[in-house]
Each structure stands twice: as C-alpha cells, then as structure tokens.
C-alpha cells in the first residue's frame, strides 16, 4: 500500500424518523455530498509513532509504537466477533492511551480512531491521519459519521481487507465500511441506529429499518426527488450522544407513553416514502403536514431546543413552509420544507431576519450525492503540494472544496 491516500464521505439530512431510528422504526435520509470530511493518511516522520491531526477540534496526537502492540490480541479478538457490539476488552485496553484526552470531544474523536485503527490495521505504526472537515460538527448533519466512514474506507485499504486498484469501490467495499463505520459511530455516540453511516457510506438517499435481530432493512434510492428546502444552523452546541441517552431513558421510564409516539414517528418515515416516490404538486402538502407531526413529536421527546422553536416560529408566521429539526436536535440544524406559495423574497427575508436576530446561517444545498470516495497514491501525484496546504490549520471551506470536493476539483475520485 502506497501513501498518500485521501479519502471522503458526505453528510447527511435525515427527512424523517431521527431518534425513532435507534428504536427500530423506519427513516430516510439523504446525503449532503457538498458537505464532506477528508482523510490524509501520510507516512510519519519517526516510524515508531501513529499520528492523529483532527484540526477543526485542535487535536493532535501521537501514540507510540509499544503502546499500540499490547493492544494486538485485544484488537484480534474485537475484530473477530460481533460488529454490533463494541468489545469491553479492548474498551478497557484503550483507556490509558486516552486518559490525557479530557475534552469530551477529543475523547470520542480518538477513541473512534483507536479503536478502528487497531481491528483494521494492527499494530503498524508510521502514519498520520489527518482529517479535515467542510461539514458543521456536532449540528446534526452528520459529522461524526462521515468522520468514522472516512477512516474505515482509509484503515481498509491500508489494513489490505479492501484493494485500492479499482476503478470503483464493489458491493462488498461498501458494506465493509459500513460495518466498520458503524462500529465507529458506536465509539462516539454509544447507540446509533446506523442510519448516518449507512448515508455517508452509500451517499444518495436510503430508506432504512434495523430490525428485531439487528438485521437491517435498507433501500438505496437512486431517484431521490429535489425537494425544496433551507438547512438552519443555530450553531447551538449539543452532542448527540447525550441526546439519543436521554430519549433512550424516558422511553424506559414512560414506556407506554413513548412506544406510541415513536411508532407514530414510524408511520410518518413510511408515509413520507411514499410521498417522495411519486410527488407531485398534489400530494406536496400532505409532505409540509408529515414536516410538521414530525417536528411535534420530537418536541414531545425533549429534543427541541428554543433556538430551534424560533426557526419553527418564524416559518409558521411568515408562512415560508414546514419546519422540522434534523438529526439529533438539542440545537444543531433545522430544515424547513418550502411552501411552494412562498415568494423568493419572503425566503430571503426568512432567512436574512434569522441571520440579523439570531446569528443563524442558512445552507443552501441540495440533497444526494456521492457516498465515500477515495483517491490513491497514483492519482494523488502532482498534487501533494496543494493536499499539504488544504489539510494545514485555518484552511477555509473554500480552500478546501477547490481542491478536494468530487465532481469540481482536479482530483480523480473513486467511488
Ligand atoms: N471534523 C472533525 N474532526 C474531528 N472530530 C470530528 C469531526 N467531525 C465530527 N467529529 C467527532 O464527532 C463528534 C460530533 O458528533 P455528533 O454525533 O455529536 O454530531 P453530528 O454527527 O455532527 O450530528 P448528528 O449525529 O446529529 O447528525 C465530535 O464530538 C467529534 O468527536
Ligand atoms: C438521533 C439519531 O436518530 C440521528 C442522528 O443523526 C441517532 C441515530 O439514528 O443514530
Ligand atoms: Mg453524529
């Protein structure tokens, strides 16, 4: 395996069924694919090191070689057994090699990275991973799923269990880093659906069930519909670890008032893909009506934030259209779903009052896409000079999108 390699995965909005996902109901996203993270994986300098450089959260560190080797046959032993649960063995392994990483943040960046550095690539040492991201992190747009597929499609290829000589990543690549994406997620966020992996690994848009014996119910649709829409982002912090923790405990604690809601949530995510696969000007109202049942339940769940009932409020005066959080809420992102009676300058006004009396920005993008991607060694020749400088500090998104984004910039990516 030659180095550099670059790899990338997009973001993603989830249209409906977010929390009702890790309850086993039905959801559909779609990805975000102008929005991505990018993985430079470089050999180090001392050989006797691995190296993680995640800028956009300031962390930078190293681990050196007699550290990672006792990891080896905790590391065998978790790669060997279920992909659906993390190892407590290897948990408790990785502990010490995390106890300077107080920042919460840091703390589940690296122990993402350690843990899927271990399985997938053993105890090689010599290389540097360096991540950098035109995604908001922690706004409900998927981050760390993209962050853990980009380091499962990189430690795959380096750990030789996917072959960088194709001209396309097959079926079996795919659900590869799926997999490992997925164990990833469960590294930072403790009991993801596997909904933002699944996104971030096959990109476009998916509809998507785990079902009762953690099987998974999922449909690529390849002919996802532009719907018009505008992503908020109240820039309000929050973790979706915390989140997901707190709807989990108040299902235990009111099971019989929560089932219901979460089941209605379900029958909203299966409604809607029905309304996607054949809309229509006629049935595009029944669409703003899910957006809004949506949103409420969630309210009812606690993952509201008022920063996010602002955007709601707004919409519903001004009549812009339907306004629903996505992702994990908390803060983070909101997506408003336009009424097709709203003028451009209503849209316009909509968003500039949000921006002047809240601080909040609009995205503007539109949905699907491609999933992961990579570029090898080969194909990275004649560019390195330009990757070093995207992939310093304080690079801005625009930077950054000239050179890497897929289908724009001058790199050759596969996918
Ligand atoms: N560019 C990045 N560099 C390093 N770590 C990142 C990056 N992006 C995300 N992360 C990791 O992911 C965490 C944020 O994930 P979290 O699941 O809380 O939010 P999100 O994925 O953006 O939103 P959601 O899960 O609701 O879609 C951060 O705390 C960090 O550990
Ligand atoms: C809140 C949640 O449903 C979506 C986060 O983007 C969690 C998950 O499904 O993993
Ligand atoms: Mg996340």
Redesign the pocket.
């Known amino acids: 395996m030659s180095l550099p390699i670059v790899t990338s995965a997009p973001g ?1 909005v ?1 249209i409906f ?6 309850f086993k109901e039905p ?1 559909i996203a779609a990805s975000v694919s102008s929005l991505r993270s990018y993985l430079l994986v470089t050999a180090t300098d001392d050989e006797n090191v691995i190296e993680l450089d995640f800028p956009d959260i300031k962390l930078d560190n190293k681990w050196k070689r007699q550290d990672i080797a006792v990891l080896k046959e905790c590391a065998v032993s978790a790669a060997s057994s279920s992909h659906n649960e993390l190892s407590q063995e290897l948990g408790v392994a990785l502990e010490p090699l995390l106890a300077n990483l107080n920042d919460p943040l840091h703390y589940h960046a690296a122990y993402c990275f350690l843990y899927l550095y271990t399985c997938l690539c053993g105890a090689k040492t010599g290389l540097k991973f360096t991540v950098k991201s035109t995604l908001p992190i922690g706004a ?1 747009l ?1 981050s760390s ?1 993209s962050i853990s597929v980009c380091l499962a499609l990189a430690m795959g290829i380096l750990g030789g269990h996917i072959s960088d000589s194709g001209d396309k990543l097959s079926n079996s690549d795919l659900s590869f880093v799926n997999t490992w994406s997925f164990i990833g ?1 469960k590294c930072i ?1 403790g ?6 992996n699944a996104v971030a690994t096959y990109g476009n848009a998916v509809s998507f069930q785990r079902q009762d014996d953690n099987t998974i119910k999922f449909e690529r649709i390849l002919d996802f519909p532009q719907i018009p829409l505008i992503l908020t982002n109240t820039k309000i912090p929050r973790s ?1 670890k915390t ?2 923790g707190n709807v989990v405990k108040l299902a235990e604690r009111e099971p019989l008032i929560t089932k219901p809601i979460l089941s209605a949530m379900g029958h909203i995510a299966t409604r809607g893909a029905e309304i996607l696969s054949s809309l229509s000007d006629e049935n595009y109202p029944v669409l703003l009506e899910l957006v809004r049942l949506n949103h409420g339940l969630l309210v009812s769940l606690g993952v509201s934030h008022p920063g996010l009932e602002v955007i709601r409020s707004l919409s519903d005066t001004m009549k812009i259209g339907s306004t629903k959080l996505t ?3 908390g803060g983070g992102c909101a997506l408003t779903l336009i009424d097709k009676n709203a003028s451009d300058s209503e849209i316009d006004e909509f968003k500039s009052q949000l921006q002047k009396d809240h601080g909040y920005v609009s995205l503007s993008t539109g949905l699907g896409g491609m999933g992961c991607s990579y570029v090898s060694s080969e194909k990275l020749k004649g560019h390195v000079a330009s990757l070093a400088t995207v992939f310093a500090r304080d690079t801005t998104v625009e930077e950054i999108d000239s050179v890497l984004l897929p289908n724009g910039g001058p790199l050759s990516w596969v996918h």
């Open positions: 993603k989830i069924g977010e929390h009702s996902a890790v959801v409900g998927g799923a997620e966020n009991t993801p659906s596997g909904i933002d979706t989140l997901v992702g994990a809420g």
